[in-house]
């Protein structure tokens, strides 16, 4: 597979662009063979193939006056000259196909095979504006979203015959999906923590959820001023019984069954009402930093 940047016209050239789509694509988890590729850096090649079918073609402007290719021509000529077989873009650019065409046989070139799918259409039933929450990669890695979701939504979406709503609540079902199933290194490394706390994240609905159970876990929490003396007491109890061989679960249920405050326990033990399941705090925390913070909220 061939990277190429279509960067022929400056006026929509951002600073940083390029770096930023070769990240996209890193982190979708996609890989190319060659390139990338500049248009820009093909100059003289477009004004040679420009020079033999002059500056204009079927009333198109080929080339601009200071002597750089519009897109038509640099799409059509790198296209040759790569040897592109499949040209897939947007309904919007259907009515290229014809122009293209008629470039690729002036040039003596067989066409390639083009396909145009549906547009991704945003809750106003337009195109998919770029403001739009979740319309960009680089908003959906910064909202948390696994790559491998995106990459499963774009695959349940396939080459879409007709226009398609945009549905991000799908691609966010997605991403509780890939977390659980990333093996624990996996979830370590993607939520920046240990793997001692990996069983408490397995709950979190993106990465930034996840990243914020470790946070709670691994950062000892500011003195909380929790009611539950006999619920602390007891568990303090239970832990210190335990002598190293915690079962998280089975303690758990022993304070539930006696009627237990678990929300308190929380609070003393992350400082936070919500979050990971509570035994996945216990089993991640140290004994003695867990003893320690119970002594601290007593």
Not at 77 to 94: A, K, P, Q, S
């Amino acid at each position: 597979m061939l990277l190429r940047i279509d960067d022929t016209d400056p006026a929509r050239n951002v600073p940083g662009g390029e770096e930023e789509l070769v990240g996209d694509l890193e982190w979708l988890g996609l890989e190319w063979d060659e390139g990338p590729v500049r248009q820009s850096e093909r100059a003289g090649r477009h004004r040679e193939a420009g020079a033999e079918l002059g500056e204009r073609f079927d009333g198109i402007t080929l080339l601009r006056p200071d002597g750089t290719a519009t897109y038509h021509l640099a799409s059509v000529v790198d296209d040759i000259d790569f040897g592109i077989t499949h040209i897939v873009r947007g309904f919007d650019h259907r009515p290229n196909e014809a122009l293209h065409r008629r470039l690729f046989e002036a040039l003596g070139a067989t066409p390639p095979e083009f396909v145009h799918h549906g547009l991704i259409l945003g809750e106003c039933g337009k195109k998919l504006a770029k403001r739009a929450p979740g319309s960009t990669v680089a908003s959906l890695r910064d909202a948390g979203i696994p790559g491998p979701a995106v990459r499963r939504y774009l695959d349940e979406l396939g080459v879409p015959v007709h226009d398609v709503h945009y549905d991000l609540p799908r691609i966010r079902r997605l991403a509780i999906e890939a977390i659980e199933s990333m093996s624990d290194q996996e979830l370590a490394d993607a939520a920046d923590a240990p793997l001692e706390v990996v069983p408490a994240l397995r709950g979190a609905r993106d990465l930034n959820e996840a990243r914020d159970y470790a946070r709670a876990i691994l950062t000892p929490p500011a003195p909380a001023n929790v009611d539950a003396r006999e619920t602390l007491e007891r568990f303090r109890e239970l832990l210190e019984r335990s002598n190293g061989n915690v079962d998280a679960r089975a303690l758990v249920r022993e304070l539930k069954a006696v009627g237990g405050n678990l929300r308190a326990l929380r609070l003393a033990l992350t400082g936070q009402e919500r979050g990971p399941e509570l035994w996945t705090v216990i089993a991640a925390l140290p004994r003695d930093e867990t003893l320690r913070r119970i002594d601290a909220a007593l």
